[in-house]
C-alpha cells in the first residue's frame, strides 16, 4: 500500500464551475501593517511538529535554536536536552549527545512518522516511535536494541502535523496515525489501553496532543477528545487546523476561519469568525494570540477581550510555516513576540 506524505492539500473549490469561484478572506479599512523584520541563515524547505528543515540543511527546533545540521537525505526527528534523534532516509536512526559529542547508530528499516526521546535523567533512556506504516515501537539506547514493536491498522495518509509521543511516568502515550491513543507500560513492556479518538478511513492522524495534570487532549483533524482522570471523556467535532492548551483552555484554529476557545471540557466558551481566513500556526504571549493568514495578514487576539486586530504583512507567497512558543517563521523570515 502507497503511504501519501502530505504536505499541502490544495483542494479547488470550484472544481466542477472553475477555481475562480474560490472565496478569501478580505478584511476592511486595513491601516495597521506588521513587519517579520528578523532573518534566518536560509529559507525553510519543510516543516513538521519538532522542527524546521532550512535550505542550507540546519535544523530550527521547538526552542527557536539552530544547533544541529544535517546532510542530504537526513531527516530531524527531536531533541530532549542535550539528546537529538536524526533518521538517515528511511533507514538507520542516529541518536546524537550533543554534550559529550557521541553519536548511536540503530539499524531501521521503516521510515519515522514522528518520535520522542524520554527525558534526561531517566533510569533508561528510550525513544519512542511510530513509523509511517502506523507501528509504535519503543527503543533502548542503553542496550541498542528494539524492546517493543507492534504494527497497527493499515492508513493511507500522513498529516506533517502528526503528534509526537508523550512520556507521563511509567508510561508512553502514542499518538497513532489512525486515530488512536495506545498507551505503553514501561515496567511490564506491554500495551496497556487503547483510546479511539475518530474512526473516520482518511486522514486521521493524531495531530495534536498534550498532557496537564490530569488533563490530556488529543485530536484529529476532525474531532478533539479531553480526558480527564482516565476515565471521563468528552468530545467536540469540527474542522480543525490547529490547536493550543493554555492556562486549561484550548484555543483551535478551524479550517472555516473561525478561532475557538474552550474549556477543559471542550464547552465552547468564545469564538470569532475570520470569515474565508486560512489560518496557520499559533503562538500564544502575554496573553495574546497570534496567527498568521495565509502570507497576507498576522492575526492578533486578545484573550481578555476577544477582538481580533488584523495586520498587513508582505511576505513571499506559498511558503512553509514553522512555529514556537514564541515565534512565528515564514519561509526565511520570523517575527518574535
Known sequence: MRILLVVCVA???????????????????????????????????????????????????????????????????????????????????????????????????????????????????????????????????????????????????????????????????????????VIFDIPSNTLVRDILIQSDKFFNNIIYLAVKNDLMIAATTKRISAIIDNSKTFNYDGDFRDLLLYKDKLYVLNNDGKILELDHTLKLLREVNLEYARLHGIVIRNNTLYTLERNKYLIELSLESFLPVVYKIDLPSKKPIFYTDDTLFYDRFYKRF
Not at 478584511?27 to 525553510?44: G, N, T, V
Not at 532550512?54 to 544541529?68: K, S
Not at 521510515?111 to 525513544?127: D, E
Open 11 to 181: 483542494v479547488c473549490i470550484g472544481i466542477f464551475g472553475g477555481c475562480s469561484q474560490k472565496q478569501y478572506f478580505e478584511p476592511k479599512d486595513i491601516s495597521l501593517k506588521a513587519e517579520f523584520s528578523h532573518k534566518l541563515p536560509s529559507s525553510i524547505v519543510s516543516t513538521s511538529r519538532v522542527g524546521a528543515l532550512l535550505q542550507n540543511l540546519e535544523v530550527l527546533d521547538t526552542f527557536g535554536n539552530i544547533d544541529i545540521e544535517l546532510t542530504r537525505n537526513q531527516r530531524f526527528l527531536g531533541r530532549e536536552g542535550t539528546y537529538y534523534l536524526v533518521q538517515d532516509g528511511c533507514g538507520a536512526l542516529l541518536f546524537i549527545d550533543a554534550s559529550t559529542k557521541t553519536q548511536s547508530e540503530f539499524a531501521f528499516e521503516k521510515c519515522i512518522v514522528s518520535a520522542k526521546i524520554s527525558p534526561q535523567g531517566s533510569a533508561n533512556t528510550l525513544i519512542a516511535l511510530v513509523s509511517a506504516d502506523n507501528s509504535v515501537i519503543v527503543y533502548d539506547v542503553n542496550t541498542k536494541r528494539e524492546v517493543f514493536s507492534q504494527k497497527l491498522a493499515n492508513i493511507t495518509a500522513i498529516n506533517t502535523l502528526a503528534a509526537t509521543p508523550v512520556f507521563e511516568k511509567d508510561k508512553i502515550i502514542f499518538p497513532t496515525l489512525d486515530g488512536k491513543l
